[in-house]
Every structure is written in structure tokens, then in C-alpha cells.
């Protein structure tokens, strides 16, 4: 387990924990990087709209990593950490760790800076709670 992994699992919980099917494999026998995209996208709409307490919408992916492959039979859990609050978005950065060997092996496998926007009734961007941006 790196030093990575250690403060990731042992401080907190994570957003969701998920095994993928094996559907979710391309031809290398790893887990498809699309997967692992779309359950960082849902754990972060999860925790951004918990923040902005309300609808929001992811607007940009950035410094997305893919370090290490996921195999058929890890069980990968999603970690999140707000990075900025600014008027009406929000930047979430995501750690996705992979469990193997019945918990004998932590790896991190992807990581990224996803920022989503806080949004209104007719879909467009909506200023933050003051008291959410200073906390
Ligand atoms: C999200 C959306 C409503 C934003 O509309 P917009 O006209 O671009 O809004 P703005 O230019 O006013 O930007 C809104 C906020 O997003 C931020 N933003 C916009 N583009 C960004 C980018 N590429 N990277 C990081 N932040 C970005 C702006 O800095 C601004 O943040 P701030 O108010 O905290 O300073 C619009 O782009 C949209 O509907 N996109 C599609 C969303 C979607 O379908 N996502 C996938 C499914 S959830």
C-alpha cells in the first residue's frame, strides 16, 4: 500500500464502493477506462450536489490519470476532497483505490479534477450559498 492509499482509506469514507461486471472488461482483461470515468463522474455529482445543495452538472474533467489497471474481482471504492468553491462551480477532486486479494492489496488507479456547476431551474448556472463557499 502506498502512502497514497493509506491516508485515503484509513482518514475517510468513501463516496460509493462498486464492483464492476464482467462486461465492463475491453480485450486486455482490464476494466474499461470509460467505466471507471462514469462512477468518478457519479460519485462527484454526488458529493457536488450535497455542497451546492442542489441540481448541478459536470462542466470539465482535468489532470485525469489512469495509473493502474483495474482487474475483474477488485472492488474499487471512490474518494472525494472539495478543492475550490468559486461562484457557481465546484472542483472535487476524485481517487478511485482498488481492492484485491481479499483486501491484501490497495492500488490507485485513477485520479482527477472534476469541477461541476451548480444549476438552476432553467438549467444554467446558479450562484453558490455564500455560507457553502466559506465553509
Ligand atoms: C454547465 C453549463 C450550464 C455552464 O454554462 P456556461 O455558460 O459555460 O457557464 P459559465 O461560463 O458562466 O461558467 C460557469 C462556471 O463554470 C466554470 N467553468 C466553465 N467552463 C469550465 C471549464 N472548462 N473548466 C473549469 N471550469 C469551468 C466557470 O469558471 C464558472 O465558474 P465560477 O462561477 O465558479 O467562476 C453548460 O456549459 C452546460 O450545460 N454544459 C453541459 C453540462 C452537461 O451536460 N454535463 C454532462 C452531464 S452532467
Redesign the pocket.
Known amino acids: 500500500m502506498t502512502e497514497t492509499t493509506d491516508r485515503l482509506t484509513e482518514c475517510r469514507d468513501p463516496v460509493l464502493r462498486v464492483v464492476p461486471a464482467p462486461a465492463d472488461i475491453n480485450s486486455n482483461g482490464h476494466i474499461f477506462g470509460g467505466w471507471v470515468l462514469a462512477q468518478m463522474d457519479i460519485a462527484g455529482g454526488i458529493v457536488a450536489s450535497r455542497e451546492v445543495q442542489g441540481p448541478c452538472?459536470?462542466?470539465?474533467i482535468e489532470a485525469m490519470q489512469f495509473l493502474a489497471p483495474i482487474l475483474l474481482r477488485d472492488i474499487i471504492s471512490v474518494y472525494a476532497e472539495v478543492e475550490r468553491v468559486?461562484?457557481?462551480?465546484i472542483a472535487i477532486r476524485l481517487d478511485v483505490i482498488a481492492t484485491r486479494d481479499r483486501g491484501e492489496q490497495e492500488v490507485r488507479v485513477t485520479s482527477g479534477l472534476f469541477?461541476f456547476?451548480a444549476?438552476d431551474d432553467n438549467?444554467?448556472?446558479r450562484p453558490i450559498e455564500r455560507e457553502t463557499r466559506l465553509a
Not at 57 to 60: D, E, I, L, Q
Not at 86 to 89: N, V
Open positions: 452538472a459536470t462542466v470539465a468559486g461562484r457557481t462551480s469541477t456547476v444549476l438549467h444554467r448556472p
